[in-house]
């Protein structure tokens, strides 16, 4: 993960838990989509992941490991835009190779004939690195191709193969790297946990779109945006995961930022201008109250950022609080005058 200290001007300025939300942890053995590296030589270890069972694999001789889902009519298959997915992820371990690698964790979705997937912004944990937890966000309630994915295989147009694995998803697959990369053959120890698929949570608010209060110097973004960045469009937020405080499992994903800016997600316990906002840099800024600070990430070359779960004890809250997210963000073209924009913000109502 890289970090980013950003300037103090920072520190001056429903929920919807979807029954379609589904984590395999293994417990008592149990593994619904059937996931497995490949081999025989794996199986359910009952501690020692993240927590308690994990599925190992002890020795996986490949040029890139690859997790994926063979179980059929399992809860990882089927409509993902029906289920309303916002994002997969999973918790992965490298025990031991025998080689340096830096390999990135790609997402693959296919129907049976054509496979569209997503090569990550962030890198298969390194040995000694313990467990460490992956979201990469799927848009599904899009009608064309998301940006930063792309098609394998027998695949109409893009727009029309997204629509067709989107909706009828019949393998889910990791896979160690990018799918067209060439790797050498190593000799893998590693460990799979808490596969998840997550929909939307939370209220989306704060709009830059016209609906809230007049974006700083009429730049306004399109519906259901924030106000419009040099990209030509607002930043959105959402959020998935679970509002279960004990389980702790909510997570964060910003798309349509600038290429490669540091993007800070912060929550506020109160609601500026009444969920409407007030002009802050080039953006709107609605979380208000006492602010606090969940991470700065770096946005990808396709403008998207994420936050994974376990943001709890840095946000600081409780069951029945209740928390706006946004997220501010660089961007050094702006249309107004300022160096910074904010995107649109989401509010959750946590429980137990």
């Known amino acids: 993960m890289r970090t980013f200290t950003l300037i103090a001007m920072l520190a001056l300025v429903a929920s919807n838990a979807s029954a379609q939300d589904y984590v395999e942890t293994f417990t008592g053995g149990v593994n619904a989509g059937g996931w497995t590296y490949g081999n025989t030589i794996e199986g359910i270890d009952n501690t020692g992941g993240n927590p308690g069972a994990f599925l190992h694999n002890s020795l996986m001789d490949t040029f890139a490991p690859q997790l994926s889902t063979t179980t059929a009519s399992n809860p990882f298959h089927g409509d993902w835009r029906a289920k309303g997915v916002e994002s997969f992820g999973l918790d992965l371990k490298t025990f031991s190779t025998n080689f340096p690698y830096q390999r990135e964790v790609s997402l693959m979705l296919t129907d049976g004939s054509c496979t569209v997937y997503r090569v990550g912004t962030e890198f298969v944990p390194q040995v000694g690195a313990g467990w460490d937890s992956h979201e990469i966000a799927v848009d599904s309630a899009s009608t064309t191709m998301p940006a930063g994915w792309l098609t394998l295989g027998s695949c109409a147009a893009p727009d029309v193969a997204w629509n067709s694995v989107i909706t009828n998803v019949t393998e889910v697959r990791i896979f160690y790297g990018d799918p067209l990369f060439f790797f050498i053959f190593d000799q893998w120890n590693i460990g799979a946990d808490n596969m998840r698929i997550s929909a939307q949570t939370g209220t989306t608010t704060c709009f830059g779109d016209g609906s809230g209060a007049a974006c700083p110097c009429g730049n306004s973004g399109g519906a259901g945006e924030g106000c419009q960045n040099s990209g030509g469009t607002g930043a959105k937020l959402k959020a998935a995961g679970g509002t279960s405080v004990s389980a702790d499992s909510i997570h964060f994903t910003a798309t349509q930022l600038p290429a490669n800016k540091p993007t800070l997600l912060f929550a506020g ?80 109502q946590f429980t137990n």
Do not use: I
């Open 269 to 348: 316990d109160a609601s500026l201008g009444g969920g409407l906002g007030a002009p802050f840099g080039d953006g709107l800024r609605c979380a208000g109250g006492s602010l606090k600070r969940l991470g700065v990430q770096f946005s990808d070359a396709q403008g998207s950022a994420a936050w994974a779960s376990g943001l709890a004890p840095a946000g600081a809250w409780g069951a029945g609080d209740t928390r706006t997210f946004q997220a501010w963000y660089r961007d050094t073209n702006t249309l107004c005058g300022s160096t910074f924009n904010l995107s649109s913000g989401v509010l959750v």
